[in-house]
């Protein structure tokens, strides 16, 4: 059965430093879309990606946050400057359509 | 947020019996809703989903029940089985795009 796929698992990183989380979605999935869920809280939305655009964003998803698509499988979440804040699980997700949003394992980001 | 609500932190209920998890929601935009269910250290999982203009939807032992006038959609699970037990979300869309998610409910499913 297809699945969403995601590293690295755990990401370890300095204040300050840029981490870049990579999913391979669904592969005849054209929505892709990042989450995370800090210990203890919601899953929260970040942005959504469409024809190789932004279709929608959050208030969390500011200037430090940026998502690529830079070939025709790998969907990617750049923080340019991590903070303390940013540690959480980060959830890749991809859709065939505006239905059901299938997830990845998730990629523990912890700033030190 | 308090868009999506799920009021029940944590359920316990005996194999074999039915587990009935609930969720409340606010925004009357809200077309489509769906249940997930996660382990710890695993991505959410996809269950069960409703359409607004459904009102029961059902797949083997999951079945999911809408009330638009209420605003309230409940998860039903019979016979529950021990590997049921996991965290709940109901989440919800409006025009589809982002999902908003309620805190989830802990289903403890005792053999």
């Known amino acids: 059965e297809p699945e969403v796929t995601q590293t690295p698992s755990h990401q370890v990183t300095q204040m300050g430093q840029e981490v870049i989380l990579r999913c391979v979605p669904i592969s005849n999935h054209l929505y892709f879309y990042w989450y995370r869920q800090i210990l203890g809280q919601k899953v929260e939305f970040l942005v959504s990606f469409y024809n190789n655009e932004i279709s929608e964003k959050s208030e969390i998803f500011d200037d430090q946050f940026s998502v690529e698509r830079p070939d025709g499988s790998n969907f990617t979440l750049k923080i340019r400057s991590t903070k303390l804040e940013d540690s959480a699980m980060y959830f890749c997700?991809?859709?065939?359509?505006?239905?059901?949003?299938?997830f990845g394992p998730g990629t523990r980001l912890t700033v030190l | 947020d308090q868009q999506v609500k799920q009021n029940s932190p944590s359920l316990s209920v005996q194999e074999g019996r039915i587990s009935i998890l609930n969720c409340d929601y606010t925004n009357s935009m809200f077309d489509y809703f769906l249940w997930y269910k996660k382990y710890p250290a695993e991505g959410p999982t996809f269950l069960i989903s409703i359409s607004s203009i459904k009102d029961k939807n059902e797949d083997g032992r999951f079945t999911v029940f809408l009330n638009k006038s209420a605003k309230h959609l409940s998860l039903h699970i019979v016979p529950s089985q021990p590997g049921d037990s996991a965290v709940y979300f109901c989440a919800a869309s409006a025009g589809g795009n982002k999902l908003v998610f309620g805190a989830g409910t802990i289903l403890r499913v005792k053999s």
């Open positions: 997700a991809s859709s065939s359509g505006e239905d059901e949003q299938f």
